[in-house]
Each structure stands twice: as C-alpha cells, then as structure tokens.
Nanobody, 126 residues
Framework: QVQLVESGGGLVQAGGSLRLSCAIS????????MGWFRQAPGKEREFVATIKWSGDITYYADSVKGRFTISRDNAKNMVYLQMNSPNSEDTAVYYC???????????????????WGQGTQVTVSS
C-alpha cells in the first residue's frame, strides 16, 4: 500500500523559511515525477511545483518561482519543498503527490498525479 506522509508544516513568519518533507512508502518511485500542490481556505487546490524523476528539471507556479525550491532524494524515497520568504498568500494546506505514470512531460494538473498525501498546514503570519 502506497503512503505519502507530509511533515514540516506549521506557523512561520512572513519572510522566514520552512522546509516541507514528504516520505513515500509502499513502493519505489524513482522514475516518477513528484509534485507539491496547495489548497488555501475557500479556494481550489492549485499546483505549486514539480520535479522530474531524474531530479534535474523542476517547474514552478509563477506565484512561488524564485522563493520555493523542490528537491528529491530517490534513495530515501523523499521529496522536499523549501519555502523561503513566504507571505500570507502562501498560507494553505500543502500536499505532495506522485505522478500517475513514469517519465513523461511536465505535470501541473491534479489528474496527472495518482498518489497523494494527507496534507500539512502552513500558516504564514505577517
């Protein structure tokens, strides 16, 4: 059974930093892209970032580009999201996800991901 467990969320001051982690168990996903999404109160879940299976290509939503960094450790079956200089608009529940199929093009849509974590709350205080 595949499980994704996010951690590292919490309260952070605007301009600070926070690192989210996602531990994946149940199988190896070294050839699958991984992503982070988020859902703010009253809003739909939105794409944040994705990283190719090889770890050498990343893609970000415009709203986080230059502030957030996605990375992965295939040996540990982990994916991370480094959040620098967060602001109040980054307050949301953050979800990690694994792509539905190996390799492939950049994935930015929810339906392109098959496995999801339960989410971790990030609250940015101003």
């Amino acid at each position: 059974q595949v499980q994704l467990v996010e951690s590292g969320g919490g309260l952070v001051q605007a301009g600070g930093s926070l690192r989210l982690s996602c531990a994946i168990s149940g199988r190896t996903f070294s050839i699958y892209d991984m992503g982070w999404f988020r859902q703010a109160p009253g809003k739909e879940r939105e794409f944040v970032a994705t990283i190719k299976w090889s770890g050498d290509i990343t893609y970000y939503a415009d709203s986080v580009k230059g502030r957030f960094t996605i990375s992965r450790d295939n040996a540990k079956n982990m994916v991370y999201l480094q959040m620098n200089s967060p602001n109040s608009e980054d307050t949301a529940v953050y979800y990690c996800a694994v792509a539905a199929s190996p390799y492939g093009a950049i994935r930015k849509r929810e339906y392109e991901y098959a496995y999801w974590g339960q989410g971790t709350q990030v609250t940015v205080s101003s």
